[in-house]
């Protein structure tokens, strides 16, 4: 999977948290995710795979032969989205070589260049945007589909040498209780 579908893939998971609840993690829709994430690590034939109780997600890209005893590395991302507005039935849309004009994002939302000049930036670029009902969720399943598509890339290419890798995939980063 490329990282653009492991992307859209994972923003179609509601994964919204909440400041009011009282569990760990503030909503069991987060576990959802991390249960696939858990189950698509090891599909990748990585290993010490497991999640907690809590959610929390860890699993380890081996080293390779000669680099055992280099420093491990660790990745990190959080799966959660803010509580500030709906993570669910998003329906991402996706721009092929942006031209630099205005984004309309539905019959209400419009981003205008005028407003947002930093969008020049990207032209030529593929942009991927929310259509302005929901949130995106690119804040960090963005991260969450690099580290996944870079540990896919290196399960299946040996020949890059690399001392251990682990990475670990948390809940509720958007309400400040990753840690609680």
Do not use: W
């Given at each position: ?22 569990t760990y993690p ?151 209780r990753g840690v609680?």
């Amino acid at each position: 999977m490329d990282l653009k579908e492991r992307f859209l893939k994972y923003v179609s998971y509601d994964t919204q948290s909440s400041e009011e609840s009282t569990t760990y993690p503030s909503t069991e829709k987060q576990k959802v995710l991390l249960a696939d994430l858990a189950e698509e690590m090891r599909t990748l034939g990585m290993t010490d795979v497991g999640m907690d109780r809590y959610g929390y997600v860890m699993g380890t890209i081996p080293a390779t032969k000669g680099c055992e005893n280099a420093p491990v590395i660790g990745f990190i991302a959080h799966v959660d989205t803010s509580p500030d507005m709906s993570g669910a039935d998003v329906r991402p849309r996706v721009i092929e070589e942006y031209d630099g004009g205005d984004i309309f994002l539905n019959g209400q939302l419009t981003m205008r260049v005028e407003e947002f000049p930093e969008l020049a930036l990207f032209k030529g670029h593929t942009l991927i945007h929310t259509d302005g009902t929901t949130l995106l969720g690119a804040d960090d399943k963005a991260g969450v589909a690099e580290i996944m598509t870079a540990a896919e890339y290196l399960m299946t290419h040996p020949e890059v040498a690399h001392g251990k890798i682990r990475i670990g995939f948390t809940p509720d980063e958007e309400v400040g209780r990753g840690v609680d």
